[in-house]
């Protein structure tokens, strides 16, 4: 007779419903009862009446979006703890681990878009105001990968844990802050103004930085760790920008050139975002090198 590990003993109660033995200490948690499945089954509360059939999926396809957000930003702090720890190795772990989300977040967009402009209009004035324009994490990520506007945290007092949220987002120093606070740290040239700053205020291009990531790029076999934590960050800004693309092509495929139903301007307004850089002085780099 073998004995279980501590692993086996750890993972017997989600396998069990396929016989697998579970310790007498954790033998009531179930599949449905670890990943709470009534909660999460019972959170799509369609408004329409009698309920249109293709609300269910504008409903699921946005709240996926959201536990992926929450998945996102759950990495993306724990890469700024790490380089605050000067752990690189493990920030490029984690950082990877967010580009591999990003592609699914881009790839929901599919499925959105076998939702009919008919169909949509018919459900889409019950939906009042309520728009992606006021997703609380969405404008978090955005904030702590340096896109920050102190304009829009007002909109999230009616929820005093979402406004605390994105007020410690929009005070606190980015991903690409910290990153650059490390070069700092170990010797980079880095300008001090782009090392302590008003947080709150949206990064700003500096050519300092570009030097920074000259010497980086030019010698990446002596600065290999800090140049692969540059390629990742290259990875999750080129990863947003084709979220971005996919998200407008999207709205425009079913609404056209119709206003957004937080007032925004559609098509237009999500045009626009594709001009935004969170990590300008990693894409300029590219023009210094070589010949």
């Known amino acids: 007779m073998t004995t279980k590990t501590g692993e086996e003993k750890q993972a017997a109660p989600i396998s069990a419903g396929r016989g697998g033995d579970a310790d007498s200490s954790s033998r009531g948690v179930r599949y449905d009862t670890y990943l709470q499945l009534d909660t999460l089954l019972s959170a799509q509360k369609p408004v329409t009446e009698p309920e249109h059939h293709d609300e269910m999926l504008f409903i699921i396809q946005h709240q996926v979006a959201e536990l992926w957000f929450k998945l996102v930003l759950h990495e993306i702090e724990a890469a700024i703890e790490c380089l605050k720890q000067d752990e690189l190795a493990r920030s490029i772990k984690t950082l990877s681990r967010v580009t591999v989300v990003q592609r699914q977040l881009t790839a929901q967009w599919d499925v959105l878009a076998t939702l009919t402009p008919k169909a949509y209009?018919?459900?889409?004035?019950?939906?009042?105001?309520?728009?992606?324009?006021?997703?609380?994490?969405?404008?978090?990520l955005e904030f702590k990968l340096g896109n920050k506007a102190r304009d829009l945290v007002p909109m999230f007092r009616?929820?005093?844990?979402?406004?605390?949220?994105?007020?410690?987002?929009?005070?606190?120093?980015?991903?690409?802050?910290?990153?650059?606070?490390?070069?700092?740290?170990?010797?980079?040239?880095?300008?001090?103004?782009?090392?302590?700053?008003?947080?709150?205020?949206?990064?700003?291009?500096?050519?300092?930085?570009?030097?920074?990531?000259?010497?980086?790029?030019?010698?990446?076999?002596?600065?290999?760790?800090?140049?692969?934590?540059?390629?990742?960050?290259?990875?999750?800004?080129?990863?947003?920008?084709?979220?971005?693309?996919?998200?407008?092509?999207?709205?425009?495929?079913?609404?056209?050139?119709?206003?957004?139903?937080a007032g925004t301007a559609g098509v237009k307004f999500l045009k626009k975002a594709l001009d935004v850089s969170f990590f300008p002085e990693l894409t300029e780099v590219r023009t210094r090198i070589g010949p």
């Open 158 to 261: 009616h929820h005093l844990e979402y406004y605390r949220q994105l007020k410690r987002a929009l005070e606190s120093p980015s991903l690409y802050d910290e990153f650059l606070r490390y070069l700092y740290r170990v010797g980079h040239r880095v300008p001090l103004e782009r090392v302590e700053r008003d947080w709150s205020e949206r990064y700003e291009h500096h050519p300092g930085v570009v030097d920074v990531f000259q010497v980086i790029y030019e010698h990446p076999d002596e600065y290999w760790a800090a140049y692969e934590v540059c390629e990742r960050l290259v990875d999750i800004e080129i990863n947003f920008q084709a979220w971005r693309f996919h998200h407008m092509k999207t709205v425009e495929r079913i609404i056209g050139f119709k206003a957004g139903t």
């Open 121 to 140: 209009a018919e459900f889409r004035d019950r939906l009042g105001t309520a728009s992606g324009f006021q997703s609380p994490q969405y404008r978090v």
